[in-house]
């Protein structure tokens, strides 16, 4: 007995609107991000020292069953770091900002320098102005960062995090109406 495949189409719109809530949830919580963006950073630093803490639980766990001799030690002491690290991330939630941020402006610093040197070898390229323009801006906001850390930690991680996430929202409810338009019209 053959049973019935499901439609595609109905599918593709009950995505669709899962999509959409999700969309419309990433827009609400990054507009509160960027309403508390300090407590938006640490409710970030907060999630990643408890990651560190559960990689380095991992690590003592995986040091004590695929490990043996030297090379056990080893293992067990890199667990420990995370777990170290981790723990005291969590404990000192504000110092966790305060470096996520410092880490932050350099990473814009890098990648600045990298647009710049990728408009660099592509400016007779049409369109590559537009690197340059990327690069220009993603400079001058690690700069800025920098410039102001740690005070900066108090507006940036939180305000960055919370306009990608609106971004991210946005896009995703765009995608997820087009693909309804789309389901419809083959309907």
Request: glycine letters at 8%.
């Given at each position: 007995?053959a049973?019935a495949?499901?439609?595609?189409?109905?599918?593709v719109k009950?995505?669709?609107?899962w999509?959409?809530v999700?969309?419309?949830a990433l827009v609400?919580?990054?507009?509160?991000?960027?309403?508390e963006?300090f407590?938006?950073?640490?409710?970030?630093?907060?999630?990643?020292a408890?990651l560190?803490?559960?990689?380095?639980i991992v690590h003592v766990?995986l040091?004590?069953?695929a490990?043996?001799?030297k090379?056990l030690?080893?293992?067990?002491?890199?667990?420990?770091?995370?777990?170290?690290?981790g723990g005291?991330?969590?404990l000192r939630?504000?110092?966790?900002?305060a470096?996520l941020?410092?880490m932050l402006?350099?990473?814009?610093m890098?990648?600045?320098v990298?647009?710049?040197?990728?408009?660099?070898?592509s400016?007779?390229?049409?369109g590559?102005?537009?690197?340059?323009?990327?690069s220009v801006?993603?400079?001058a906001l690690?700069?800025?960062?920098y410039?102001?850390?740690?005070?900066?930690?108090?507006?940036?991680i939180g305000?960055l995090?919370?306009?990608?996430?609106?971004?991210?929202?946005v896009?995703?409810?765009?995608?997820?109406?087009?693909a309804?338009?789309?389901?419809?019209?083959l309907?």
């Open positions: 007995m049973t495949l499901p439609n595609p189409l109905v599918a009950q995505a669709s609107k999509a959409t999700w969309g419309v609400i919580f990054g507009m509160l991000a960027i309403g963006p407590l938006a950073a640490i409710a970030l630093a907060t999630f990643i408890w560190l803490v559960l990689v380095g766990g040091a004590f069953h490990h043996s001799g090379s030690g080893w293992k067990a002491l890199v667990g420990l770091a995370y777990i170290f690290v005291y991330l969590l939630p504000v110092v966790a900002v470096t941020t410092l402006a350099f990473l814009f890098v990648e600045g990298l647009d710049f040197m990728l408009w660099w070898k400016r007779s390229v049409d590559a102005f537009w690197i340059l323009v990327d801006i993603t400079l690690g700069a800025m960062i410039m102001h850390w740690p005070s900066s930690s108090v507006w940036a305000t995090v919370g306009i990608s996430m609106m971004i991210t929202g896009t995703r409810i765009m995608l997820s109406l087009a309804r338009r789309v389901a419809n019209r309907a």
